[in-house]
């Protein structure tokens, strides 16, 4: 049972805050503006605070508990770079303020497009697009943009494949451009062959591909390179989905590999917590051939107004911008934290932030393979995909038991994503939880899988033990119910 709401527990006359008698003339708000039919709800103050409270307790966080998503995890946020963030200094600057100004934000800028340039092996970097899917937005812009550049007006196709982030193919759309799909093989790379044929199908036409790798089953492509040279010999461009970089840090660079452009999430590797709708940050950086096309402006040095002691950063347009993709400069507070972060780890903590979150990845993996399938069994990467298909178990569904893990105490995995793995659970453990952690999920998910086969009934109706049961999700969906509505018999006063 949810706790009531603070309109139920409503009162007339109840009030949780006095103001202090008028010692001024009052004024008239303009008409329109004030409305006396507002039922707004009449709590004292200690009804307000528990009624917040209780709010703030019902949802799940990753402060709470281990939150394994998978792709869309959140991963290490420290404490500290929240405060770092907030400091007057970085947090009142404002757009409009002119350049001599804001020296020390527009060197932190330039300081993390070197540093991003530096993780990703790329030429350049722009910080502007908001969250990963615009930056890969951003990133498929320029592609087109170079291919109109060289008078290349008739490629309109990216490859995409089967196994890639649903925003690879949605920003492809989006863009203008024609989706074509590139299927898996049986180790869940992309499968080369069916790869040539396709090339060879649409040559000519190719924009360029975008690849996620590690790939949404977790894996790292085996043929990287060689998928990189068939597009470039088609005269495409290779975009990489670098949301999850905490796979790679320190150990592999995309740009090393060949890839044109990749976009990083400031929001899941690089230290700002999300959920909630943002704010987030999806930098692009691109090579040597797309530099020129960088949405502006980008920060630069100016060398006539720098002198030996000090740089002299400004704001630059490269030559052939595909424009402005972002109000302003992007998303700064998330820049600061992403900056912190990066200079706190330094290029041997972030290689440690790799090799943990392969290893944890792997550990779970190890764990609970023997008892939940593993569809393409090798090591992996951040994350893996099992099924929630239980011997033994037929009616035991992977959604059920993600919604049997919340009585554990645990968030449940993304579910039926990887689309091309039947009863997918996709498990993330990120690079800071605990081995005791992960022996308790996996504790977790083998008790689970010995009640679907001895109490399946426990498993069809989890949870049990959350503020609200299990949710009609069609009716959910088709009945939305967005506004509060007083009830039909007001309290007793
Ligand atoms: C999260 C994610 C994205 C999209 O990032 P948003 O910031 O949510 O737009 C793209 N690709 C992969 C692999 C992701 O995990």
Sequence with gaps: MIEPLVFEISRPGRCAASLPKLDVPPAELPDGLTRDDLPLPEVSEIDLVRHYLRLSQTNFAIDKGFYPLGSCTMKYNPKINEDVARLPGFAHVHPYQDEETVQGALALMYGLQLFLADIGGFAAVSLQPAAGAHGELTGVLMMRAYHLDRGESQRDIILVPDSAHGTNPATTSMSGLTVVEAPSDSRGNVDL????????????????????????????????????????????????????????????????????????????????????????????????????????????????????????????????????????????????????????????????????????????????????????????????????????????????????????????????????????????????????????????????????????????????????????????ARSLILRWEPPEQPAEG
């Design 193 to 476: 062959a069916a790869l040539k044929a396709v090339c060879a199908d649409y040559r000519g036409r190719l924009v360029g591909m975008m690849l996620t790798n590690p790939n949404t089953l977790g894996l790292f492509d085996e043929h990287v390179e060689e998928i990189v040279a068939l597009v470039h010999d088609e005269g495409g461009l290779m975009y990489g989905d670098g949301a999850n970089m905490n796979a790679l840090l320190g150990v592999a660079r995309p740009g090393d590999l060949g890839f044109d452009v990749l976009h990083y999430n400031l929001h899941k590797t690089f230290s700002t917590p999300h959920g909630g709708g943002g704010p987030g940050s999806g930098p692009v950086g691109v090579g040597e051939r797309l530099v020129d096309f960088l949405p502006a402006p980008v920060v630069g040095v100016d060398s006539e107004r720098s002198s030996d002691e000090a740089l002299f950063f400004t704001f630059e347009t490269p030559p052939k911008s595909i424009g402005r993709v972002k109000a302003f400069h992007g998303h700064f507070g998330v820049m600061v934290r992403a900056y912190a972060y990066i200079r706190m780890l330094g290029s041997d903590g972030l290689r440690r932030v790799a090799e943990y979150a392969v290893l944890n990845a792997n550990y779970l993996k190890h764990r609970v393979a023997g008892v939940y399938p593993v569809p393409y069994d090798r090591p992996c990467m951040h994350e893996f995909v099992c099924q929630g298909r239980l011997e033994g178990a037929p009616d035991v569904h992977a959604l059920d038991i993600a919604k049997r893990l919340i009585d554990y105490g645990f968030h449940p995995p993304t579910n039926y994503f990887p689309l091309i793995v039947p009863e997918a659970l996709m498990i993330e453990p990120t690079e800071t939880e605990s081995r005791e952690t992960l022996d308790a999920f996996a504790d977790a998910l083998l008790a689970i899988a010995e009640e679907a086969r001895n109490e399946p009934d426990l498993l069809h109706g989890a949870p049990h033990s959350a503020p609200l049961r299990r949710l009609d999700e069609v009716r959910a």
